[in-house]
T-cell receptor, first 114, second 115 residues
Framework: DAKTTQPPSMDCAEGRAANLPCNHSTISGNEYVYWYRQIHSQGPQYIIHGLKNNETNEMASLIITEDRKSSTLILPHATLRDTAVYYCIDPANAGGTSYGKLTFGQGTILTVHP | NAGVTQTPKFQVLKTGQSMTLQCAQDMNHEYMSWYRQDPGMGLRLIHYSVGAGITDQGEVPNGYNVSRSTTEDFPLRLLSAAPSQTSVYFC??????????????FGSGTQLSVL
């Protein structure tokens, strides 16, 4: 099974950048890395995805290493509302009926402090 | 667009009772799925569907049934509830094509307690 490794928890001061690492050494060459987050009691929320190039959207930036074995999600100016569990996902299968068949691990609990 | 709508938000059952958790989406998504989340654990896939009339098992399918008669609806049935099914249930949907294919949209969840 495709697996990712994330630290169980991280802290960040409000207004500072939060850098969340993820190891995904078994990811296949044509598969995206996905990041989701789950704020307490809510359904998970898509953040960003990437293949090999760095990506940025209104929520975050994603830095993927050249060998694609790891990535870092960056929240440039963390706020208290960014406190959540962040999931880095390496899809178990590529294409076909596996669309949407994501496996969510334990994730990283990010706590943003005032 | 309402997105993914789950009902009910809360439910208490007695052991052996049956019930259906409802999930509906108005985004014309082909793919729909059900996850459960237990305290301190990640989400585990129960069942999924790649289109009307097509369903398949996920990681933890035992004790649950699904059907997909329309694109919009994907109900999850508990045939005989057990305390081990106490959990928070999330429904999700996505396009089966396009960029990106695995951008899932989740509902707000159903908190189920089985006594």
């Amino acid at each position: 099974d495709a697996k990712t490794t994330q630290p169980p928890s991280m802290d960040c001061a409000e207004g500072r950048a939060a850098n969340l690492p993820c190891n995904h050494s078994t990811i296949s060459g044509n598969e995206y890395v996905y990041w989701y987050r789950q704020i307490h009691s809510q359904g998970p929320q898509y953040i960003i995805h990437g293949l090999k190039n760095n990506e940025t959207n209104e929520m975050a930036s994603l830095i993927i290493t050249e060998d694609r074995k790891s990535s870092t999600l960056i929240l440039p100016h963390a706020t208290l509302r960014d406190t959540a569990v962040y999931y880095c996902i390496d899809p178990a299968n590529a294409g076909g009926t596996s669309y949407g068949k994501l496996t969510f691990g334990q994730g990283t609990i990010l706590t943003v402090h005032p | 667009n309402a997105g993914v709508t789950q009902t009910p938000k809360f439910q208490v059952l007695k052991t052996g009772q049956s019930m259906t958790l409802q999930c509906a989406q108005d985004m014309n998504h082909e793919y729909m799925s059900w996850y459960r989340q237990d305290p301190g654990m990640g989400l585990r896939l129960i069942h999924y569907s790649v289109g009307a009339g097509i369903t398949d098992q996920g990681e933890v399918p035992n004790g649950y049934n699904v059907s997909r008669s329309t694109t919009e609806d994907f109900p999850l049935r508990l045939l005989s509830a057990a305390p081990s099914q106490t959990s928070v249930y999330f429904c999700a949907s996505s396009y089966s094509f396009g960029d990106p294919p695995r951008k899932l949209f989740f509902g707000s969840g159903t908190q189920l307690s089985v006594l």
